[in-house]
């Protein structure tokens, strides 16, 4: 006896680039947090190779953030990765910033 197809109501489906954004958050977050551990492990002395860990944290972040807003400005998607990875690299992108208020005072 032959299964029948269930029925497909809707065409959407999870694109790719809010994955990517999705894995680019997490990324520089990972990157930054352990950056933040290692200075703290050196007495507070931050190596050159961490302040280029902040900088490539943030093209990351910023590559996050515009593949998620581009995701999310498309339609027929399903947006939840789009939504955490707007999130989450805007969340990366302000502490960011605060860091490197920080660091100029």
Do not use: H
């Not at 995701?71 to 998607?77: F, G, I, P, Q, V």
């Amino acid at each position: 006896m032959k299964r029948r197809q269930p029925y497909k109501f809707t065409i959407k489906r999870v694109s790719p680039w809010s994955v990517m954004s999705t894995i680019l958050g997490v990324v520089s977050m990972v990157s930054m947090i352990l950056a933040i551990i290692f200075t703290f492990q050196n007495q507070g002395v931050a190596k050159v190779g961490y302040g280029m860990t902040s900088v490539f944290a943030l093209i990351f972040t910023l590559a996050g953030m515009v593949l998620g807003i581009k995701t999310r400005l498309e339609k027929d998607m399903y947006y939840i990765f789009a939504n955490i990875g707007i999130i989450l690299n805007g969340c990366m992108l302000a502490f960011l910033i605060y860091v490197l208020v920080l660091g100029i005072r």
